[in-house]
């Protein structure tokens, strides 16, 4: 079945700077790849997705990036605010509609 | 529109025991899930259901049970609570496309002791 390893586990970054976070996948027929951000408390959002037939997708200051050679993705947030701290999760879509979780990145803005 | 309503946010049990554990969406989604999420684990999907009266495992449905007999409920039963139950358990819904653009609640946090 479909895995998805998501890097780093943790990641602090300083207010303004950017962040990057990355995922694989292991079955090249995944179609879907959607990211969701869980602040403390809450249940995950839908911050961003992209479909296969699309390399690049932006929304403000967020982006994500999608390389099907290599079977990879990442986040992108650009300007970061203290808001932006969360545990952001990374998923797949794969074959018979199977949607797959990475295993969360906790990332804190430092002011 | 209040999305989706889980509750209740914090329950402990009592190995063996059993309990529901409710959700309702208003935003008239065909397909509803449920998940659990461990420590450093991700998402891990229970059951989802397609519809009124459909419902299918997913990748951990051992130990739970649920139904929908509404577009608007999804309750999802416990039985014989086991200390590997204990877990935080989100409820979700998505409209058009199964497992695309998933809308979660805010999660019942479960103990079992």
């Keep these: 079945g479909e895995n998805v390893e998501q890097h780093p586990s943790t990641l602090s970054v300083q207010e303004g700077d950017s962040a990057v976070i990355k995922c694989t996948y292991s079955d090249s027929a995944s179609n879907y790849f959607p990211w969701y951000k869980q602040e403390l408390g809450k249940g995950p959002q839908l911050i961003i997705d992209i479909r296969s037939n699309v390399g690049e997708k932006k929304d403000q200051r967020i982006a994500v990036t999608l390389n099907k050679t290599a079977k990879h993705f990442s986040l992108h947030i650009t300007e970061t605010q203290p808001e932006d701290s969360a545990v952001y999760f990374c998923a797949a879509v794969g074959p018979y509609e199977k949607l797959t979780f990475g295993t969360g990145t906790r990332l804190t803005i430092i002011p | 529109n209040a999305g989706v309503t889980q509750t209740p946010k914090f329950r402990i049990l009592k190995i063996g025991q059993s309990m529901t554990l409710q959700c309702a969406q208003d935003m008239n989604h065909n397909y509803m899930y449920w998940y659990r999420q461990d420590p ?7 059951y989802y259901s397609v519809g009124a009266g459909i419902t299918d495992k997913g990748e951990v ?34 409209y058009r496309d199964r497992n695309e653009k998933l809308f979660f609640g805010s999660g019942t946090q479960l103990s079992v002791l």
């Design chain 2, 40 to 46: 450093g684990m991700g998402l891990k999907l229970i």
């Design chain 2, 61 to 94: 449905p051992n130990g739970y049970n649920v139904s929908r007999s509404t577009t608007e409920d999804f309750p999802l039963r416990l039985e014989l609570a086991a200390p590997s139950q204990t877990s935080v358990y989100f409820c979700a819904s998505s």
